[in-house]
Antibody, heavy 130, light 107 residues
């Protein structure tokens, strides 16, 4: 059974870069949409972005200018960097596996399959504060 | 972005009650919709994919329906362990977006 585990600092100063790593155990990091999501305290879920096939990335336009997602297949881990953080970036950050049942999910076409987040990390709270 | 509007934002029901949550998309999304359950302090868990398909291992009291812009999630007989917040999520287009959530409590 695949397991995901986030790691990284729980406290980041304003204007600095938030860096998190997700370690994947029990499975391959190939052929899935390895994703980051976040949830501010008491609020809903926001998709940050994904990396697919070890190189193709896509990000939420609201964060695109500040986000980098990379993958290290040999280490079975993928990482998130969010630069120039503010208090508004305080949230529980989740890594998740995006499963696509067809031949590629985005952009969607008549051959695209189902897409869902089927495995999640436990989440890690990152607080932005001086 | 496709906006997902869930209602109600919270509800209180008795054990054994039928619970219904709706999710409306701001544009047609075919059946490209998933439902997740999130218990306090935990990560979300996939319950329903493609609007109506039950994820393996999920109890059959959970179900989903709908297509286009209007979707429904139902718990046919509410159990104490179903206390959680439920989210819909569309994957018709990027960015992937979620509904605001429905918090389900026991009366």
């Amino acid at each position: 059974q695949v397991q995901l585990q986030e790691s990284g600092p729980g406290l980041v100063k304003p204007s600095e870069t938030l860096s998190l790593t997700c370690t994947v155990s029990g499975g391959s990091v190939s052929s899935y949409y390895w994703s980051w999501l976040r949830q501010p305290p008491g609020k809903g879920l926001e998709w940050i972005g994904y990396i697919y096939n070890s190189g193709s990335t896509n990000f939420n336009p609201s964060l695109k200018s500040r986000v980098t997602i990379s993958v290290d297949t040999s280490m079975k881990e993928f990482s998130l960097k969010l630069k120039s953080v503010t208090a508004a970036d305080t949230a529980v950050y989740y890594c998740a596996r995006g499963h696509c049942s067809g031949g590629g999910c985005f952009p969607r076409n008549k051959y695209s399959g189902s897409y869902y987040f089927d495995q999640w990390g436990q989440g890690t709270l990152v607080t932005v504060s001086s | 972005d496709i906006q997902m509007t869930q209602s109600p934002s919270s509800l209180s029901a008795s054990v054994g009650d039928r619970v219904t949550i709706t999710c409306q998309a701001s544009q047609e999304i075919n059946n490209y919709l998933n439902w997740y359950q999130q218990k306090p302090g935990k990560a979300p868990k996939l319950l329903i994919y493609d609007a109506s398909n039950l994820e393996t291992g999920v109890p059959s009291r959970f179900s989903g329906s709908g297509s286009g812009t209007d979707f429904t999630f139902t718990i046919t007989s509410l159990q104490p362990e179903d206390i959680a917040t439920y989210y819909c999520q569309q994957y018709d287009d990027l960015p992937l977006t979620f509904g605001g959530g429905t918090k389900v409590e026991i009366k």
